[in-house]
């Protein structure tokens, strides 16, 4: 297990990495479910047959997520657990980006802390990822059946519109870039993020803008996920008109 603050500040033990698979987490102010997420990942990929390292990249929260991931270190100490800390918050587009560019393995995921998509889901995206896709993305959008509980209808009704408005404007024929379950082979991880840019919610439209630019192949999955009402995202008119800006600019940032 090992802690690192910013890029690499301090760390607790000094081994290298040679996972096969890796797990990024963004994580701000999870105290309340950050145990409960490591210990499904960890039960998850203790019953399989790769290495996994579990990547947690902190925005600069203000509770106790910090110590709740070295309590479940301590519960765990054969899982390959790694803790980047941010002193300041900057965007969940920024925490992801770091956390693509330090994880190690041949595949790199990233999913929401509160794993609307349930960790086993990873195996739809490998399974593409092993068979010649660069980029597998979770959807909502491909079998809403999928779907266990939506978001309220407001929220599903603008997500519908930002998301017809990106594939017009800058992503065309994905039905869903804003789900948080993505995976990507290690190249392809490198080529995108070294580029990517943005530090808000819209970060996914811009990975996978620069995907598609950079000629890669991205395919969409259809995944289980359940709403989780406690999002980070706040649902107000300053961050839908932030959206709106935010996807304006993908186009020229590259």
Known sequence: MSIVRGTSLFEQEDYTLTDSLAIVIPTYNEEK?????LR?????????????????????????T?????????????????FVKNTANHGKGYVVRQGMLQASGDYIFFTDADLSTPIPEIEKL???????????????AVDRSLVKKHQPWFREFAGRLFNFAVRVWAVRGIKDTQCGFKGFTAAAAKKIFTKQR????????EVLYIARKSKLKVVEIPVEWVNNEDTRFAPNLSNFLLMWKELFRVRFLK
């Open 33 to 37: 479910r950050l145990a409960a997420t």
């Open 40 to 64: 499904s990942i960890i039960a998850y990929t203790e019953h399989q047959h790769y290495n996994t390292q579990i990547l947690v990249v902190d925005d600069g929260s203000r509770d106790k």
């Open 66 to 82: 910090q110590q709740v991931f070295l309590e479940l270190a301590q519960e765990f100490p054969q899982a390959r657990l790694k």
């Open 126 to 140: 490998l399974k593409a990822l092993k068979s010649g896709a660069d980029v597998a993305i979770g959807s909502r």
């Open 198 to 205: 943005l530090d808000s919610f819209i970060f996914d439209v």
